[in-house]
């Protein structure tokens, strides 16, 4: 059974930084993609970044590119979103959410259509004040 669980969600000032932490099980020796997600009040959840198992290829939207960055640790079985730079219009909830495909090869590509990942953590809320 898969089991996904957020931290690192914080308040911030602009410009600030923050680390969030998704600690996974049941994911070891699957491949899959891992992402995270986000959701501010009234808005469609988005994609905001993506990585393959291997941690070969990775996904940014545009509104984050330059200043997030996703990363794992398989030994630890821990997805990771470094965020820098933080923008009043990153406030949301972020979600880590987990999608198995046995046929995802080294480096191909994760998407980011939210609808297509069945597992997903309780998300962490980042709230940053201008």
């Known amino acids: 059974q898969t089991r996904l669980v957020e931290s690192g969600g914080d308040s911030v000032q602009a410009g600030g930084s923050l680390r969030l932490s998704c600690a996974a099980s049941g994911i070891t020796g699957r491949r899959f993609c891992m992402g995270w997600f986000r959701q501010a009040p009234g808005k469609e959840r988005e994609g905001v970044a993506t990585?393959?198992?291997?941690?070969?290829?990775?996904y940014y939207a545009d509104s984050v590119k330059g200043r997030f960055t996703i990363s794992q640790d398989n030994a630890e079985n821990t997805l990771y979103l470094q965020m820098n730079s933080l923008e009043p219009e990153d406030t949301a909830m972020y979600y880590c959410?987990?999608?198995?495909?046995?046929?995802?090869?080294?480096?191909?590509?994760?998407?980011?259509?939210?609808?297509?990942?069945?597992?997903w953590g309780q998300g962490t809320q980042v709230t940053v004040s201008s």
């Open positions: 990585i393959s198992y291997d941690g070969g290829r990775t």
């Open positions: 959410a987990a999608l198995f495909l046995s046929h995802l090869g080294r480096g191909d590509y994760c998407t980011t259509n939210y609808g297509l990942y069945n597992n």
